[in-house]
């Protein structure tokens, strides 16, 4: 335990024990050991001065849209490569993965019934937590590959090279660049006709479903084009956030800034405040608990991580005295926690109350990631434990990490059923406690990558060779994801 239980700074309440570097303070998992520190100190002053990628603005319409989804308002898809490589940022493959979340969301849409907030995992998923700093690659020990913001994957590229902090801010701005001016160029455009292409789907029952999906979704569209209810130009365009794992605290410090709060901040708190009326913000409704304030705080600027809109922690780096946790307790932005099949009903509690001491609606996701084999046994206690807690969050699931296996000839992959078994299990068990699934976290590619075995095209272990193209984790396809999402609604609208 720490000393910041209770002087929290998050909300701008105490931020005398809090700065972008107080992180530097404490034990650190994941470290990087710098030869040479005066060219990180050069990477540093460079990031310091460059401008935001993201900013305030931004941050906080992902704040209200995490509200409505904590609340049940609408429903949360997040979702990009395990490790992000400098070389996709491409167009195509940035293309691929727009269209890709995009048509997912719809699906989750028909099937939720309500709005879906799209997060990609990507323009700064540079960073990889390994299990182990060495590897064998040919029989000689090398330095595992940690991501390209600090080296490369060739086996010869693996010396820690400051320089690609840098490298990794203009790779994550050039990135967004791109997602920005496709969006304003209209590659969301629901007036377009979009390509749902399900000739893999061999099995008759699951192409009948999928294709009343996507009839439904096409009819819907041409309904509300045809009645005009774009007077708003909502079919123009979508939002996209943006996300990372905050795992390389030296690039999250430099891009950290304290900025003026937008005008139209205001949270959600279940601080009791006898001043404020008792009604939400978000809705203009009658809040669902009635213990529920809103506030807002009196100072008008905060600390805001502009790299990304949303920053989570990983399962590696959660501990609540270490230095990750210390970092994220101080920021702004939207936080995602991993919670796994080692986290502690205590722990968890405690990361919630350091990163979120106010209780605002939404501020944290959990992104629960058990396995489908444990997920029976460890979701009902940490669902009961956070609601007697009072926090309101955003239950995720992510069904990729505790899924993960081994092939007879060691490729590492994960089988379309389990992931799909941990979800509808991740389902069920909210309702079962009289909770929500808030949304999905997923690794995926808009690529035809062979790295998940299963799903519509059948592929088995022998077949991983084929197309077998990840840096890290193995990623669902296109096709998968979207049979994915096809269930995930299916199990929504039962
Ligand atoms: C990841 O999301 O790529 C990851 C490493 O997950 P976790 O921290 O849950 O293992
Ligand atoms: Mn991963």
Redesign the pocket.
């Known amino acids: 335990m720490n000393g910041h239980a209770n002087g929290a700074t998050n909300g701008d309440v105490d931020s005398s024990d809090w700065s972008p570097s107080s992180w530097r303070t404490k034990p650190i998992k994941q470290p990087v050991l710098y030869e040479n520190e005066a060219k990180v100190d050069q990477s540093r002053l460079k990031l310091r001065h460059l401008p935001p990628i993201v900013t305030p603005t931004e941050i906080w319409k992902l704040r209200r849209a995490l509200a409505e989804v904590a609340q049940g308002k609408a429903f949360l898809l997040q979702g990009g490569d395990?490790?992000e490589l400098f070389d996709y940022c491409n167009d195509n493959a940035i293309e691929s993965k727009i269209k890709l979340l995009l048509q997912m969301s719809l699906v989750l849409i028909w099937g939720g019934n309500k709005p879906v907030v799209r997060i990609a995992?990507m323009a700064g998923q540079y960073a990889?937590?390994r299990s182990s700093p060495v590897e064998m690659v040919d029989g000689k020990q090398v330095p595992s590959f940690r991501g390209d913001i600090l080296n490369g994957y060739q086996p010869d590229q693996r010396d820690i090279d400051p320089q690609r902090l840098v490298q990794a801010y203009f790779h994550s701005a050039a990135t967004l660049n791109y997602v920005r001016a496709q969006l304003a160029s209209g590659i969301a455009d629901l007036h377009n006709p979009m390509d749902w292409n399900l000739g893999h789907v061999a099995d008759p029952g699951l192409l009948e479903k999928y294709s009343t999906i996507v009839n439904s979704i096409r009819e819907s569209l041409r309904f509300m084009r045809t009645v005009g209810a774009d007077t708003a130009g909502q079919l123009e365009t979508v939002d996209l956030f943006t996300s990372h794992?905050a795992l390389l605290l030296e690039y999250e410090e430099a891009l950290t800034r304290k900025l003026r709060h937008p005008s139209n901040r205001t949270t959600t708190t279940t601080k009791t405040s006898p001043a404020a009326p008792k009604v939400s913000p978000l809705t203009g409704g009658a809040l669902l608990n009635p213990a529920l304030t809103p506030t807002t705080s009196p100072s008008n600027s905060g600390y805001y991580n502009t790299s990304a809109h949303f920053l989570?922690v990983?399962?590696?780096?959660r501990q609540p005295d270490h230095a990750h946790i210390e970092y994220l307790r101080g920021i702004e932005n939207p936080l995602g926690i991993?919670v796994?099949p080692t986290t502690t009903t205590p722990d968890l509690l405690q990361l919630l109350d350091l990163v979120n001491p106010r209780k605002e609606i939404g501020k944290v996701t959990l992104?629960t990631?058990y396995g489908a084999g444990k997920v029976d046994e460890l979701l009902p206690a940490h669902i009961a434990a956070v609601r007697e807690s009072g926090h309101t969050v955003v239950w995720q699931c992510?069904p990729?990490?505790g899924n993960t296996r081994s092939t007879s000839s060691g490729i590492k992959t994960r089988s379309f059923d389990a992931v799909f078994a941990e979800l509808a299990a991740a389902l069920r068990i909210h309702k079962e406690c009289g909770s929500f699934l808030g949304g999905v976290?997923l690794?995926l590619t808009g690529d035809a990558v062979t790295e998940c075995t299963g799903g519509s095209e059948g592929w088995r272990d022998e077949d991983l060779g084929l197309r077998y193209e990840t840096f890290?984790?193995p990623r669902l396809n296109e096709k998968q994801a979207l049979e994915l999402a096809f269930l995930v609604a299916d199990s929504l609208r039962a």
């Open positions: 395990c490790a995992r990889k937590p794992e989570w990983g399962d590696r780096t991993k796994g992104i990631r992510d990729m990490h976290h690794e890290c984790d």
